[in-house]
């Protein structure tokens, strides 16, 4: 079920008609549904639920609002966090240290000495340097400091190219034929305990296979590790499940489906699983609302120009990403035209050639789907203000994030002395 339906003609998110969010914050805003959120998750935990206590930690690059963490917080979601300031984020949002994962092949000193002071489920190291650094570094704070190394399993995820991890080219984790050299040299180090193995092969999956492969290496390679005398307690199945955004394409495999494959192959691990989704809760729970500026003509189709831009959402620019678009409130009849954003760049685009709703200047639009990996991608190119976010929540809404404009941005910059002139 859709949490952005018509209703009497208007375009709502949950009980909030979207022209009364635009009226009152203004164009472009991110728009997210609570519930939306809330289902996913719950769908999700209820696809897992035959697993022994397994951690979801919602993937917090896909959505660090504050208070969507809030949100999903309170149902029980851990957090996956690649960065100092994203550990800072789930702490905020009220997410227990022991439910944060810490990924990411570029961990700093001073982000892993903050997350062993602040406590954390586990780091999933990238690489054994890494591992050296957190040894010194949880040696000189008198800790030990939980870990797993993520391995690489070589598996094309069939994703786009720019998101697709597990491939043994890509910098992510350690070839996964040198897991046990690793683990084995791990012994060596003081200050670290060994919990286990994690693999994240990329996001926008829309089959299940190569995952199944992902996991059923990492199987593998617990059960060679047990053999060598180390005690496995967890494995990181990480996240990437896809989502649909377009409509008119077969749906991506369900939660349901994930967790039924999941079951299967983990079967007598004695493990606890970890998750890392993050698309799969807030993708499909947010919309990018924009007004259409004016309509251009064009040489094959008209330009729909709108106020949102690359900056705003930088998926279709980046990955050629396909996002449904439709009026707000729709006046009947329909258009093929090509929609785009004011932004100085041939690839400022959302649409080519795309049958949709028939509108004029100053109608509202919405660019679905854009719940994750949209705002927290977002820029100021072009000196264009940060787009506000606002959460909506049956019929309560509130602006998450407030519009950051052009003269907070000119408050932060600073001309030097000697360059002003007399
Ligand atoms: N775990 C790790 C270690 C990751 O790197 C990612 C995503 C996730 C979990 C969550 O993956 P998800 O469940 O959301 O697929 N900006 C791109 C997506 C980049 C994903 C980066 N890593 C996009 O807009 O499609």
Redesign the pocket.
Known sequence: MSFFQLREGVTHCEDAPLPEIARAVGTPVFVYSANAMRAQARALRAALSGLNDPLIAF?V??NPNIAVLTVLAKEGLGA?V?SGGEYLRARAAGIAPDRILF??VGKTAAEMRAALAGGLCQF?LESFPEAELLSQIALSMGRTAPVAF?VNPDVDAGS?A??S?GAAHNK?GIPIGEARAACEALRGLGGLELKGL?V?I????TRLAPLETAIARLGEAIALLRADGHEISTADL?????ISYDPSLPPPPSSEDYGAMVARLTRGWDVRLLF????????DAGVLLTEVVRIKAGVANPFVIVDAAMNDL??PS??D?WHEIAAVAPKGGEMVADVVGPVCESGDVFAVARRLDRVEAGDLMVIRTAG???AT?AGTYNSRALAPEVLVDGADWAIVRPRRDTQAFLADEIVPPWLERA
């Open positions: 993937a690059k896909a996956d690649v990924s990411g999933n993520r786009h720019k998101i991890t992510f994690a994240h990329g996001s926008q999956l990480g996240g990437g499940l896809g890392e989704p993050g698309r799969l809760i807030a993708g930088v998926r980046l990955y990403a994750a990996y949209a991608m």
